[in-house]
């Protein structure tokens, strides 16, 4: 199998990498809310990657009045800056021991949930391995998370060390489970649209993203003999990974579109205590 990550890695090297997109948060806070009904959500992104990416489910999550806060972590590396995308998930997770009780705090609650884009899950994931008999999170719910690794990975180490920790076998990937924590995925089953620049499942705030998302679906689908569902980073059974999690269902968007009303609509009834 490592022969085929690198093999991979080969097919894409010529490829564009990703970068850093614009960095906004914003975060209502409100009382305390009771354990079975709406609980107040942190929201973590993902790799090269901040905050400004839960745009749409700030929106609706306000709709449905549900108290929420978007992570922004430390800037580690001055090239990324204004807020750290491509910080390891050893440091996340000790940030967000800080950032769960603060949270906590100011909303009165005993439990929160969590939702992850994304290097975002492995970050929660390593939190959470870390803090074992910890009650304070009720739901994870990670989109697009790489919870096996993306053989893409391999690719490049922009972006460190977050990047290394997306490659399959890292200690990230190997975080244990949380008892006192439920675990749910979501995962993109992507195909791309080559007709034209546009394709309404994956509609990037710039052109190379879309692009380095269409050269890496077909380069997770170049391994001989085997198709690999996936959202142009990462296949649908790293997400998932079968047996551990509690499996959401799929989208058919690229990893870059993971954010929207469709993934949301999947999430809700945790988010709205029903289920």
């Known amino acids: 199998m ?25 975060f209502p806070l409100a009382n305390s809310q009771p354990e079975n009904e709406k609980l107040p959500v942190l929201l ?8 400004s990416v839960w745009k749409n489910w700030e929106a609706l999550l306000k709709t449905d009045n549900i108290t929420f806060k ?22 996340h997770a000790q940030e967000l021991n800080d950032i769960v009780n603060e949270f906590r ?17 492995l970050d929660a994931r390593v939190y959470l391995h870390n803090n074992p ?11 697009g998370t790489p ?12 972006c460190s060390p977050a990047i290394f920790d997306i490659r399959p076998g890292s200690d990230a990937t190997k975080a244990t489970i949380n008892e006192n924590t439920n675990y749910y995925t979501i995962a993109g089953s992507w195909t791309p649209s080559l007709a034209s620049t546009v394709d309404h499942n994956c509609s990037p705030s710039k052109q190379y993203l879309l692009d380095f998302q269409r050269g890496g679906y077909f380069a997770l ?11 142009g980073i990462v296949p649908v059974l790293s997400v998932h990974s079968i047996g551990t999690f509690n499996n959401l269902g799929n989208t058919d968007n690229c990893h870059t579109d993971l954010l929207g009303d469709e993934e949301y609509e999947k999430s809700r009834g945790l988010l709205l205590g029903t289920e």
């Not at 705090?105 to 899950?121: L, M, R």
């Not at 008999?133 to 989109?143: A, E, R």
């Open 2 to 26: 490592k022969s085929e990550y690198m093999t991979l890695a080969i097919v894409l090297s010529l490829l564009l990498p990703l970068s850093a997109l614009s960095t906004t948060s914003y």
């Open 221 to 231: 689908n170049s391994i001989p003999n085997n198709s690999v569902p996936n959202d």
């Open 70 to 91: 978007v992570v922004e972590f430390k800037d580690y590396n001055e090239t990324w800056a204004n807020e750290d995308g491509c910080g390891s998930a050893a440091d």
């Open 44 to 51: 973590i992104h993902g790799y090269a990657s901040n905050s």
């Open 105 to 121: 705090s100011s909303t009165n609650a005993e439990k929160i949930n969590i939702v992850a884009h994304s290097k975002g899950g």
């Open 133 to 143: 008999s910890s009650i304070d999170v009720k739901n994870l719910i990670m989109i």
């Open 147 to 158: 919870n096996l690794g993306s053989p893409l990975a391999y690719l490049n180490e922009l």
